[in-house]
């Protein structure tokens, strides 16, 4: 469902006018919100590829320890090398919006899932749990703890891969 837009065209997550362009992404929809802002589909426009564009939420974009986290957690995901990892892409600040690219996920959340299918059958449980504690391992060895490991937060690939 595309985003309500401004009278500039820009997606307008709940009350706040983030421009429809950050850095070199142009934003087409919002496909998600969180505690720390929302997400976007997004196009990279010099690759030409989608991609998912976290933009830090105005309200805490005033708040420097936000945006220090907002940074930090930005630039820790960058280190990450992972078959099971959303790969970062850039981060960085326009417009005094703040944001975070990183792969697009063509598929669906665990928790999506889980809703449309309810329980998993035991081997497809096994494989998404095992492909978890894969992503979790490689982030953790990095010095990474994630902090809000649920079904929600847990992308699935069209395929099924985590």
């Known amino acids: 469902m595309p985003s309500p837009q401004d009278e500039n065209g820009a997606a307008a997550p709940s009350g706040s ?15 998600g919100q969180g505690g720390m802002g929302s997400v976007f589909k997004a196009r990279q426009v010099d690759l030409d590829r989608l991609v998912a564009v976290k933009v830090l939420s105005p309200r805490l974009a005033r708040n420097e320890q936000f945006v220090a986290q907002f940074l930090r957690e930005a630039r820790s995901a960058g280190r990450l090398n992972h078959p099971n990892i959303v790969a970062a892409i850039d981060v960085g600040e326009d417009g005094g919006f703040y944001y975070f690219a990183m792969e697009f996920v063509d598929g669906e959340t665990l928790a999506q899932r889980m809703r449309r299918e309810g329980p ?11 492909e978890t504690a894969r992503a979790l391992d490689a982030a953790h060895q990095r010095g990474l703890v994630h902090r809000d490991i649920k079904p ?7 395929d099924g891969r985590v």
Request: aromatic residues 4%; proline residues 6%; charged residues 30%.
């Open 152 to 158: 929600h937060n847990i992308m699935l690939t069209k």
């Open 120 to 130: 998993l059958p035991e081997d497809q449980a096994i494989r998404i749990a095992v």
């Open 17 to 31: 006018k983030v421009p429809r362009k950050l850095g070199g992404f142009e934003l087409l929809e919002k496909i």
